[in-house]
């Protein structure tokens, strides 16, 4: 397939491009690299020994997506392109309505006019809100979100369901993302957040590499084992082979009009200490951290039930919490500065 990823320079889309290489598809990237660098790009290219069409540019912008779409035969679009900083949105929240919601809908628009039928879209388990019980199961009723970031997500989705019921012909898998962590096994591609790390591996990272003095722990009075919060935890290459694994089951479903979601998650959930405690054992050295207040928003504790996605999509996660870890390092440790 040709396939245009949207947001493709980012994390989780620069390791989904490489895999869509591997698997023969070819690619077009479009980003505005408003968090990314093209330098991932060309270390995708490098890695995989073929070449990407990228094109810079705002998902926002309908007349240069229009272009896009005219200049290239696409099959199907994967659609990372959003902000995703929880916190960021509380504080942004028309440009992360702008830019998530608005982007999506100009993407669905020019897909239609192009009739472009394919879609999968990057969702995440924060559409589960605050009152779900997990393990989180696809049937669950969608929640209140705690920022505008979830809410764009639920956003989208919603969109997605009303535009495939008006549209025979459209085909849409929204994948709800639980923690991808971990970086490609080269250690050449991997996560790099600008400024202060907000998610807890990165920040983990940039304190073993000497940029941060201490992991601060946000809780340890949780009703949990240790106190600390859980999730589910998942390697970005698993995830990035999710999406191979999406477009597949559009493929090999012709027949199929409609919405899916899949969560996509190991069904295993791991507390802040013990994250900690797995990266030391990668690192070979302990790592300085304290306990700090409870960060708002943060809930307790939430992991997938991935089952859907393991008996329809075939997937599942298969890379280990060490593996996570050994790959985070890697990749920080060669590249302490990032791109
Ligand atoms: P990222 O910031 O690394 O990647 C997003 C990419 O989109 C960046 O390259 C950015 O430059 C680009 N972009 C943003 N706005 C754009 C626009 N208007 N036009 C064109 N390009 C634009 O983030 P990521 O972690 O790779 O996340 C990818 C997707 O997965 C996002 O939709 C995010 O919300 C979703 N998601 C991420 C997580 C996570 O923990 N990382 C969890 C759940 C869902
Ligand atoms: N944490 C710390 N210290 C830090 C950073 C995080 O203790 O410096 C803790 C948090 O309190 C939480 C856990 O580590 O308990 C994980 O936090 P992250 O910020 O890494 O991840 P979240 O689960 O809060 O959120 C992430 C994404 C969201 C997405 C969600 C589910 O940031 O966009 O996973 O997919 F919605």
Redesign the pocket.
């Known amino acids: 397939m040709k396939v245009l990823v ?9 390791h989904t491009v490489l895999t869509l290489l591997a698997e023969n598809h070819s690619v077009v990237v ?7 660098s093209i330098e ?1 790009i060309k270390r995708v290219e490098r890695l995989s020994g073929k070449s990407v069409t990228f094109i810079q ?5 309908k007349a240069q997506l229009n272009e896009l779409f005219i200049g290239h035969d696409i099959d199907a679009v994967i ?6 900083a929880v916190g960021q949105s509380t504080q942004m929240p028309l440009e992360y309505y702008q ?2 919601v608005y ?1 999506s809908l100009c993407l669905l628009e020019v897909m239609q006019l192009h009739q472009v039928n394919n879609f999968v879209f ?5 559409v589960y809100g605050e009152e779900a019980q997990p393990p989180y199961l696809e049937t669950i009723k969608l929640g209140t979100t705690a920022s505008p ?1 979830g809410a764009t ?1 639920v956003m989208v989705e919603r969109i997605i369901e009303d535009f495939v019921k008006a549209n025979n012909a459209f085909r849409a898998v929204s994948l ?5 962590i971990g970086a490609h096994e080269s250690g050449e591609i991997g ?3 600008l400024g202060i790390p907000n ?1 807890l591996l990165p920040y983990i990272a940039q304190v073993a590499v000497g940029k941060r003095d201490k992991l601060s722990i946000f809780g340890n009075d949780y009703d949990t084992e240790d106190g600390t919060c859980k999730r589910d935890y998942l390697h970005v290459m698993d995830l990035a082979q999710g999406h191979v694994a999406a477009l597949d089951w559009l493929e090999n479903n012709p027949n199929f009009n409609g919405a899916e979601v899949f969560n996509l998650g190991t069904g295993n959930a791991v507390s802040v200490l013990e994250i900690v405690a797995a990266f030391e054992q990668a690192y070979g050295k302990t790592l300085a951290y304290e306990f700090a207040p409870r960060r708002s928003g943060d809930l307790p504790a939430f992991w997938a039930d991935a089952s859907k996605a393991n008996s329809q999509l075939n997937w599942q996660a298969k890379r280990s919490l060490l593996q996570m870890m050994t790959d985070t390092w890697r990749w920080q440790s060669n590249n302490p500065n990032g791109y």
Not at 176 to 180: A, E, K, T
């Open positions: 949207t947001g493709g320079a980012g994390y989780i889309g620069s479009f980003d505005n690299l408003c968090n990314s991932a540019g705002d998902v926002c912008d659609h990372f392109a959003a902000l995703k830019n998530n982007g990057s969702s995440s388990a924060t970031y997500k709800r993302y639980f923690n991808p996560e790099d957040p998610n």
